[in-house]
């Protein structure tokens, strides 16, 4: 990545940056998160820096198989012939592709070409749109990700021989936190972390984790936009890293293998003040201290759990809205037929809308003194897996918390710690929230339902048009036939 000081602020620094380059690679998410862009001569890349670019709608109109949707979408289908939308260039996401030749790359982000506002299916202009809305209460979202993938010997080319079927996993066996296994593949694993930083993408961790061939990795906390797009990339970065130098074929699906854990998606969330850079989620303790700013909504809450006694009201309304719309933006954090497959229980996923402190099979853990420093209290969303896009994740996650201090929510269930410590007729399921979804099916019309939270936090359009993407996804599930069906079926009846 180019050093902090060569970030383009103007027209002008990106022409300066670009004065020995040919070419310009830009790129733009989908609803999948998936990176859909091309390549421009610098010539008309710098034309189009201003006003925008055309960009077909199709990417907003098929799948990720690039299979047109079963139901048409008002963004991009036959009846306005798959019209073009307006994309522009976020001049501020400039960074070098170290393994492509060192070519300069910008990421997009997609609007109404009659309207010029953002396009309501765009999943970084969704994310953007909420930010601000922070940004108008002097906050700034902070967020982390940490992604877990399986990684195997194996390129598209012999997956698809194979039929998809018994990939040869990168390593044997359950290692987690190995010292030797990342050894052995050391040219792979180095990558990882040298190229990554080079592209922009700061990663604070990478390690195995248990299961074969996995890897987890904790990019670094940042502001949400930027978090959103280092996830991203960072997910584009391992593919190509992988497959391009060391024919290792990397899968960020949410349970690649049914009798091994699943990959998550692990998300951290806090609020920082834009004044004075404080944590607008530690707890207050001096009156001469700022006030915190949700304490304009209410007085302190009446339930005081032992879970958030050091924590800010501010901190409580936003655990608040997010378990309060959970439900709702299911399809946001568990985006695939897959992603339901791996939160199951005993797989340290959770299952309930439920949180506790420093707990790991709660939705929401916890992170606060004494564990942590009071700088570092945050929130850990468990729920998304290493399938998410990234921006609708985190975007849904701050809406619902945004929910949750405008509207001076309490926690609707108490923690895990509550339930366990009941002596008796008080089991722990009584005591934590609503089961979540256990299909996509399931958690798409929940989302869709007239009144859901999902509407008022994201808007009906985003709902809709994200929702019918998800009921295709399920349509094509439901129709298919599987290895599994077959080897239970094909002989035996």
């Given amino acids: ?70 139901e048409d979408l008002d963004v991009s289908n036959p009846e306005n012939g798959f019209s073009d939308l307006l994309a522009k260039v976020d001049i501020s996401t400039y960074r070098r592709i170290p393994w492509e030749k060192n070519i300069p790359f910008f990421l997009v982000s997609f609007y109404n070409p009659a309207t010029k506002e953002p396009l309501h299916a765009c999943p970084r202009g969704l994310l953007k749109t909420v930010v601000q809305k922070y940004h108008d209460l002097g906050l700034e979202p902070m967020c982390g990700a940490e992604f877990e993938f399986f990684n195997f010997k194996e390129t598209p080319e012999t997956l698809a021989a194979k039929d998809h079927v018994s990939p040869q996993p990168l390593t044997p066996g359950m290692f987690g936190y190995s010292l030797s296994r990342p050894t052995s593949n050391q040219g792979f694993f180095y990558d990882i972390l040298d190229e990554c930083n080079k592209f922009g993408v700061s990663i604070e961790g990478l390690h195995t984790e248990t299961g074969p061939g996995v890897y987890e990795a904790a990019l670094a906390y940042s502001a949400a936009l930027k978090m959103a797009d280092m996830a991203t990339l960072f997910k584009l970065a391992v593919k190509q890293i992988g497959i391009l130098r060391y024919k290792v074929m990397p899968t960020f699906m949410a349970k690649p293998n049914h009798n091994l854990p699943g990959c998550s998606g692990h998300l ?207 349509r094509l599930w439901e129709t298919s036939v599987t290895n599994w069906e077959i080897k239970r079926y094909f002989e035996t009846v």
């Fill in 1 to 70: 990545m180019t050093s902090a000081e060569q970030v383009p602020q103007t027209y002008e620094d990106v022409e300066r940056l670009l004065a020995n380059d040919l070419r310009v690679k830009i790129a733009g998410a989908d609803v999948d998160g998936i990176l859909r862009g091309k390549v421009l001569a610098k010539s008309k890349f710098l034309s189009t820096l201003k006003e925008g670019f055309g960009f077909c709608s199709i990417i907003f109109g098929w799948d990720m198989h690039d299979r047109t949707y079963t």
């Fill in 268 to 474: 951290h969330f806090s609020l920082k003040h834009m004044d004075t850079g404080k944590n607008a989620f530690t707890k207050i303790v001096n009156d001469q201290t700022k006030p915190d700013p949700a304490q304009k909504f209410n007085e302190i809450l009446e339930n005081e759990w032992e879970d958030t006694k050091n924590v800010s009201e501010t901190m409580k309304y936003f655990i608040a809205g997010v378990l309060t719309g959970l439900p709702s933006i299911m399809p946001l954090l568990a985006p695939t037929v897959n992603s339901y497959k791996r939160l199951v229980e005993s797989y340290w996923a959770p299952v309930n809308v439920s949180w506790g402190f420093e707990n790991r099979i709660a939705a929401i853990r916890v992170i606060a003194p004494p564990t942590s420093s009071p700088s570092a209290t945050r929130i850990e969303l468990r729920v998304p897996g290493a399938d998410i896009n990234p921006y609708l994740a985190i975007a849904a996650t701050l809406a619902s918390g945004l929910y949750g201090i405008e509207n001076q929510l309490q926690i609707p269930v108490p923690p895990v710690s509550y339930a366990k410590n009941q002596k008796a007729e008080k089991s722990l399921s009584q005591h934590e929230g609503n089961r979540l979804s256990k299909t996509l099916q399931e958690a798409t019309l929940i989302m869709m339902k007239k009144d859901s939270i999902a509407r008022k936090v994201l808007g009906d359009r985003f709902v809709d048009h994200f929702g019918k993407s998800r009921l295709h996804e399920w």
